[in-house]
Structure formats: C-alpha cells, structure tokens
C-alpha cells in the first residue's frame, strides 16, 4: 500500500511564503515523476508544477519565477517553496506521484489528500 501525504498548507498574508511537503511511504520501489496540482473553488485542477527523477522541472506560467519544486529521493519527499503568493493561489494544492511498489508491476499513479493553501490579507 501506498500512501502520500501533504503538509505545510494554511492561512498566509499576500506577498508572503510557504513551503509545501509531500511524503511517500509503503512499499515503494521506485518514484519516477512527481508533480504538484492545485484545485481552487469552482474551477478545474491544474498542474502547478512537475519534477522528474532526475530533477529536471517544469512550472505553469502562472507560478514561474515564484515557486520551486524540489525533491530528495533518500526521503522520498517532494516539496514545493512558494514565495511571493497571491489571492489567486488560494486552492487545494494535492501532490501525485507515479510509483512502483514491486519490480514486476508496472507504476501507478497516486495523489494525496490535498493541504488548504489561502492567501488573504
């Protein structure tokens, strides 16, 4: 069984900073691409970021310049560094993960829970 697991939302000031985690734990063997989304009030779930084993990133336009995705692959976590936030990044931010949890299986897509982010003044 696989489980992820967000943390490190909450009620932050526009212009301000969290740091989002996202920790994998059971029977993993190997944690390919990882990758942030978020899903706001009556709109859709968008990717927010994306971060392959390597390290190589991807990022929506919308957040370049102000969020870091970042991941230690000894810890099997992921973590988003969002600084400079807005109004607008007020959503239900929920981390995925393909992952193998057996060498002859194939991975499989997981998703969190989801953590509450809000930027209000």
């Known amino acids: 069984q696989v489980q992820l697991v967000e943390s490190g939302g909450g009620l932050v000031q526009p212009g301000g900073s969290l740091r989002l985690s996202c920790a994998a734990s059971g029977t993993i063997v190997r944690i390919n691409a990882m990758g942030w989304y978020r899903q706001a009030p009556g709109k859709e779930r968008e990717l927010v970021a994306t971060?392959?084993?390597?390290?190589?990133?991807t990022y929506a336009d919308s957040v370049k310049g102000r969020f870091t995705i970042s991941r230690d692959n000894a810890k099997n976590t992921m973590y988003l560094q969002m600084s400079t936030l807005k109004p607008e990044d007020t959503a239900v931010y929920y981390c995925?993960?393909?992952?193998?949890?057996?060498?002859?299986?194939?991975?499989?897509?997981?998703w969190g829970q989801g953590t509450q982010v809000t930027v209000s003044s």
């Open positions: 971060i392959t084993r390597g390290g190589t990133t």
């Open positions: 995925n993960a393909e992952i193998s949890s057996a060498i002859w299986v194939g991975p499989a897509d997981y």
